[in-house]
């Protein structure tokens, strides 16, 4: 059992820990943050230091943004590069490899964002946060789908 004083210690440094982290409450996942005493306020539960394994599921809708985005990017920018390498058989391609590269860059632009906004996603309720990952995952079919009416734009005037 601690004694009176190290629970005191534990009490003040818990506080100060929450000052600078977005910690969760164990029992209500309110988020602790900047709290004043050692006790959670949502569901008043007397809160205590401990060692555990960091929970990294919160992790996992980040991850899949990221990847959803990427491949957004992925797709235009080396079917850009499949152009420029081709571009003795098909002609002059340009200005479409040129657009598929625009492309990859405007899609650089949500991840950019998905980056920045990593705390404020990971702070946010699991519904919250994979709902926002899902959301991502819209990305690559766009990206998709948009080279796939590139190329079919391409193929009307260009004959490719």
């Given at each position: 059992m601690?004694s009176?004083s190290s629970?005191n210690?534990?009490?003040?440094y818990?506080?100060?820990?929450c000052?600078?982290?977005?910690?969760?409450?164990?029992s209500c996942?309110y988020?602790l943050y900047?709290?004043?005493?050692?006790t959670?306020?949502r569901?008043?539960?007397e809160?205590?230091?401990s060692?555990?394994f960091?929970?990294v599921?919160?992790?996992?809708?980040?991850t899949?943004?990221i990847?959803s985005?990427?491949i957004?990017?992925a797709l235009?920018?080396?079917?850009?590069?499949w152009?420029?390498?081709a571009?003795?058989?098909?002609?002059?391609?340009?200005i479409?490899a040129?657009g598929?590269?625009?492309?990859a860059?405007?899609f650089i632009i949500p991840?950019?964002?998905?980056?920045?906004?990593?705390e404020k996603?990971i702070?946010?309720s699991?519904?919250?946060?994979w709902?926002?990952?899902?959301?991502?995952?819209?990305?690559p079919?766009?990206?998709?789908g948009s080279?796939f009416?590139?190329?079919?734009?391409?193929d009307?005037?260009?004959?490719?």
């Amino acid at each position: 059992m601690s004694s009176p004083s190290s629970s005191n210690s534990d009490s003040q440094y818990l506080i100060e820990m929450c000052k600078h982290r977005h910690l969760r409450c164990p029992s209500c996942t309110y988020d602790l943050y900047q709290i004043a005493s050692s006790t959670c306020p949502r569901c008043k539960q007397e809160l205590q230091i401990s060692l555990a394994f960091e929970d990294v599921t919160e992790f996992g809708a980040y991850t899949l943004g990221i990847v959803s985005i990427s491949i957004s990017i992925a797709l235009p920018f080396f079917a850009a590069i499949w152009l420029w390498i081709a571009r003795a058989e098909l002609g002059d391609v340009g200005i479409l490899a040129l657009g598929m590269l625009i492309q990859a860059a405007i899609f650089i632009i949500p991840l950019f964002l998905w980056l920045k906004a990593k705390e404020k996603l990971i702070t946010k309720s699991n519904t919250n946060r994979w709902g926002a990952a899902l959301a991502t995952c819209l990305f690559p079919p766009i990206s998709f789908g948009s080279l796939f009416l590139t190329f079919y734009i391409a193929d009307y005037f260009y004959n490719l």
